[in-house]
């Protein structure tokens, strides 16, 4: 056998790739869902103060996990999509900010990828001199889009 766990079938892994794509979003489809400007999507940047002054995500909002239990109601419009962010692959801080929204029952994604993933492939970041576009990393992006047209 080429694997040590063969695949699963087909109807196992239609469900599973469902799930994950009705539970997580990419940078690239966040972007293009922000310049649409769909009047009821929410992003929530999850991380602290410190990282929010670093950069952020052009009209994110800022709702710390600790505080999404107690403020959400007054940040996030009732019926609003939301979707949350933290730093990136290796922090697990927009998943639990997508729990706690889940938890109040409303409708939430996680963006994979976070600001680091935002960031690398050149999208605009607020920053305190204002909007500014890091180089993009090839490694994350083509060059000559900014999708990837998967």
């Not at 680091?116 to 993009?136: F, M, N, Q």
Request: glycine residues 8%; contains cysteine.
């Amino acid at each position: 056998m080429l694997f040590s766990v063969p695949p699963a079938d087909p109807a196992t892994a239609t469900a599973h790739f469902l799930a994950r794509l009705s539970l997580e979003t990419d940078v690239s489809d966040v972007h293009a869902a922000l310049e649409a400007g769909p009047p009821d999507l929410v992003v929530v940047d999850s991380r602290g103060a410190a990282a929010w002054r670093q950069g952020h995500l052009p009209g994110a909002v800022h709702l710390p996990t600790d505080e999404i239990a107690a403020r959400a109601a007054d940040v996030v419009p009732p019926g609003s999509t939301v979707v949350t962010y933290c730093w990136g692959p290796g922090c697990n801080g927009a998943t639990r900010a997508a729990l706690e929204f889940a938890r109040l029952g409303r409708p939430v994604k996680e963006m994979i990828g976070g600001f680091e993933y935002w960031a690398r492939e050149g999208l605009p970041v607020v920053t305190p001199a204002g909007i500014v576009r890091r180089r993009l990393d090839e490694l994350t992006a083509v060059t000559a889009t900014v999708t990837c047209d998967c």
